[in-house]
């Protein structure tokens, strides 16, 4: 568990939009403190599918589950497209969790993984690549209560065909206050925090792609955050 006196990092200033059901505003967000929540499914049996896929590429099972990474915010962005070493990376979707100065939010993003890399350590590949996220926000009071019909989405685009890659609803994964609780002690974050709340199992295998379309749908209110972002790979040269 995270505690207070720890000390706060640099924060990366993002520019975001805001939306409730009495309209869209601007936000600043200023975010010094990254978190990426891993294993955080509710059924037991979907998670141990997820541990199985990461097996199968030389992903070793986490210590525990769910898991708390920390990686530096400075890898928040909201760019239209990233640039990686190699093509052993790939993306997957997530709900985003945002502590801002007026509450909570939540947006959509990728917790973008050197895949190569997180077969010797997953700290350290989490580290290593950009983690987009969308620039629109819901405010998380009110869908709190209905979380668990949230729909995220993610679509692999690779040599110019678009395919499902992720989907299912969030009442497969961790409440966000079950997630807070554990890692801060309490139901709620410090001002300046980000935390990716997890992800679902692939269609098909894990597998690098040209971009990704991410979504997150509240059937609810009738309302969808969409994100696209391309990778650009960069040459290894030893």
Not at 180 to 204: D, E, I, Q, Y
């Amino acid at each position: 568990m995270r505690t207070e006196s720890q000390p706060r990092a640099a924060a990366i200033s993002l520019d975001l939009s805001g939306e409730t059901t009495a309209g869209r505003k601007a936000l600043t967000a200023s975010v010094d403190h990254l978190i990426i929540a891993g294993w955080t499914g509710r059924d037991p049996a979907a998670m141990e599918a997820h541990m199985a896929e990461l097996e199968k590429i030389g992903i070793a099972r986490p210590k525990i589950a769910p898991i708390f990474y920390r990686v530096a915010a400075t890898l928040l962005t909201t760019a239209p497209d990233i640039q990686v070493l190699g093509t052993d990376s790939s993306g997957e979707v997530e709900p985003v969790l945002m502590s801002l100065a007026d509450g909570l939010w939540l947006g959509v993003g990728s917790d973008h993984t050197d895949r190569k890399v997180e077969t010797i350590g997953i700290s350290i590949s989490k580290q290593l690549c950009p983690k987009p996220i969308s620039t629109h926000l819901w405010r998380f009071d009110e869908l709190r209560t209905h979380w668990d019909d949230l729909v995220v989405r993610c679509f692999a685009i690779k040599d110019g065909q678009r395919r499902l890659y992720q989907e299912g609803t969030l009442a497969k994964m961790r409440h966000p206050e079950d997630l807070m609780t554990r890692h801060f002690g309490k139901n709620t974050m410090p001002a300046g925090t980000a935390m990716f709340c997890g992800t679902l199992a692939v269609h098909g295998k894990i597998e690098p792609a040209d971009a990704y379309e991410l979504e997150i749908e509240d059937p609810v209110l009738n309302r969808r955050i969409v994100h696209h972002y391309a990778v650009r790979t960069l040459p290894v040269e030893g």
